[in-house]
């Protein structure tokens, strides 16, 4: 078969390795399995362990490939030589049509890197997030600049990500609006049911999470003061799900264990976490999805971080970002609490990451740009794989 046919069903590799993008790729995962245009192959990385295993039945299918890759504390040069060699190999092995990537991560980082090394086309699912500054999040925002010069199809949450993207000389024609499938995901699995809320108390119900590299240390011992100090004011129930992370646990342990009001967790399964996010009052919080489906749940978020890539919530005032200092942290959790109209304006401000149907645009528009449709798939025609897809026409913007 020349390389520029291919016959339907599109053989579309999903590479994942950690928990957000198990999250963000599922519904992706579960479309393309039940559409006889796609052959899903998942492969999973392993970049994550216990966190992605905890995730992976929201895919309902089978990872065909299982890379092994994390280690205790791994670092990111180390991690990114084992993941480039072993998706290499597996891209080799496997020669999809199309490899779809999701966000900033290290895994598609090298998923990116490892298809296009093999002349395989990139889609980028959640496409065009910036903050602007190249190292925070670190090293995030350099990720998913470095996969917006690989990518064939790139997938933006919203119009701001897009122009960031065309901005960046990345042609119109590539860059598709859908919303976020983080979205489309947390909508099935209320729909589903059956999950715990982990609030127990009558009392006003925080939720925060906190992980991110360039919080951890000093900054993030501090967070957690401050979250003690929240907690003494004694009408709070704090519930953190704590992130496996090694670095993570050293500085929020020590100061979070003890306090009656404060209850730290093991990471929760979606189901449970999306019942206690839809069960509390607001959120503090580092995460990057968190940020997009506390809107969505008319849950006020604040941002524990210096810059956020997802400014629309924030310009919707949905969520505000607070920063990583802990009087401002303290103070603007206190006026939230204290503030019924400042409380209602936040829940009632709406969510601008979609409308649950990123999925569908995502997969209908690959499927057309390979040519594929339900009569070709009945025929088993060959198709025309897109005229773009050479390593010429790659944007190098
Ligand atoms: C990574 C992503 C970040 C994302 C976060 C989601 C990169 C560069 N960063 O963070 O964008 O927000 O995941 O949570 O890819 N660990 C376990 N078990 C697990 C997961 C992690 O033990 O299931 C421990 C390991 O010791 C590992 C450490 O946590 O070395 C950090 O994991 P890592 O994937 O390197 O996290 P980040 O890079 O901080
Ligand atoms: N999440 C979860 N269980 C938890 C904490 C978070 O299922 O205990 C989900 C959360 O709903 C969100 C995602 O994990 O969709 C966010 O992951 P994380 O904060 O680790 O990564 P980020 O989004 O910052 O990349």
Request: charged share 25%; net charge negative; aromatic share 4%.
């Amino acid at each position: 078969m020349s390389p520029n046919v291919i016959t339907t069903p599109v053989r579309a590799m999903l590479v994942l390795g950690t928990r957000p993008e198990a999250i963000k790729l599922a519904p992706v995962a579960r479309a393309m399995a039940a559409s006889p245009l796609f052959e899903p192959i998942v492969v999973t990385t392993g970049q994550h362990r216990e966190m992605l295993h905890q995730m992976l039945e929201l895919l309902q299918i089978e990872a065909r490939t299982e890379l092994d890759v994390m280690r205790d504390r791994q670092e990111l040069s180390t991690l990114t030589a084992r993941l480039v060699d072993g998706l290499g190999e597996v891209v080799r092995a496997e020669h999809p049509d199309v490899v779809v990537v999701q966000g900033d991560t290290t895994t598609a980082l090298t998923g990116a890197l490892a298809a296009f090394y093999e002349h395989i086309p990139v889609a980028h699912v959640e496409a065009g997030l910036r903050t602007g500054v190249a190292d925070n999040p670190f090293p995030e925002e350099l990720n998913r600049r470095l996969i917006g010069r690989m990518a064939r199809w790139h997938f933006a949450p919203t119009p701001r990500a897009a122009e960031h993207l065309t901005g960046e000389g990345v042609p119109a024609a590539e860059v598709f609006v859908t919303g976020n499938t983080v979205i489309d995901n947390l909508l099935w699995v209320l729909g589903e049911g059956g999950g715990r809320n982990h609030f127990e108390s009558g009392l006003r119900r925080v939720l925060v999470t906190l992980h991110r590299r360039e919080n951890q240390g000093d900054k993030m011992r501090a967070m957690g003061r401050t979250l003690w100090r929240l907690a003494d004011r004694g009408d709070v129930e704090i519930v953190l799900p704590l992130h496996k992370s090694p670095a993570v646990r050293e500085a929020l342990l020590p100061e979070l264990t003890g306090h009656p009001n404060i209850r730290v967790v093991e990471p929760l399964g979606y189901l449970d976490f999306s019942a206690t996010l839809a069960g509390c009052d607001l959120v503090m919080t580092d995460s990057g999805g968190i940020q997009e489906e506390a809107p969505s749940l008319g849950k006020p978020a604040l941002v524990l971080r210096s810059t956020t890539e997802r400014p629309e919530a924030v310009e919707a005032g949905a969520a505000k970002l607070v920063g990583t200092e802990p009087e401002a942290i303290l103070a603007a959790a206190v006026q939230l609490l204290d503030d019924r109209e400042l409380y209602e304006r936040m829940a009632t401000a709406g969510n601008p990451f979609g409308d649950g149907h990123a999925t569908d645009r995502i997969v209908a528009q690959i499927a057309e740009d390979f040519g594929a449709d339900a009569d070709a798939a009945a025929a088993d025609d060959a198709l025309a794989v897109p005229q773009s897809n050479g390593p010429g026409s790659y944007s190098t913007a």
